[in-house]
C-alpha cells in the first residue's frame, strides 16, 4: 500500500523558511519520480516542484530561486526547502508520485494527507 506522510509545515512569519518532508513507504522510492503540490484556501490544486530519479529537478515559476526540492533514497523521503515565503505561499502542501514532473502535475498519481503551511505575521 502507497503511504506519502507530510510534514513540516507551520506558522511562518513573511520572509521566513519551513522545510517540509514527505516520508514514503509501500513502493520503489529509489526508482519513483515524485513531486510537490499544493492547494490555498478555495483554489484548486497547483504544481510546485518536481524531481526526477536522476536528481533533474522542475519548479513552477513563481517558486523559482525560492524553493528546493531534494530526496533521500536511503530515507525514501523528499524534501521541500521553502524560503523567502509570502502570504501567498499559504497553502496546504500534498508530495505525489509523480512519473513525470516535466509536465507540471499533468501526471501526479498518489498524493499525501498534506501539511499546512501559513505564512502571516
Not at 500500500?1 to 513540516?8: A, I, R
Not at 525560492?66 to 505561499?89: C, G, H, W
Request: charged letters at 15%; proline letters at 4%.
Amino acid at each position: 500500500q502507497v503511504q506519502l506522510v507530510e510534514s513540516g509545515g507551520g506558522l511562518v512569519q513573511p520572509g521566513g523558511s519551513l522545510r517540509l518532508s514527505c516520508s514514503t513507504s509501500g513502493f520503489t522510492f529509489s526508482t519513483s519520480s515524485m513531486s510537490w503540490a499544493r492547494q490555498a484556501p478555495g483554489k484548486g490544486l497547483e504544481w510546485v516542484s518536481g524531481i526526477y530519479v536522476n536528481g533533474d529537478t522542475y519548479y513552477a515559476d513563481s517558486m523559482e530561486g525560492r524553493f528546493t526540492i531534494s530526496r533521500d533514497n536511503a530515507k525514501n523521503t523528499v524534501y521541500l526547502q521553502m524560503n523567502s515565503l509570502k502570504p501567498e505561499d499559504t497553502a496546504i502542501y500534498y508530495c505525489a508520485v509523480d512519473p513525470s514532473p516535466y509536465m507540471r502535475g499533468a501526471t501526479m498519481s498518489y498524493k499525501g494527507q498534506g501539511t499546512q503551511v501559513t505564512v502571516s505575521s
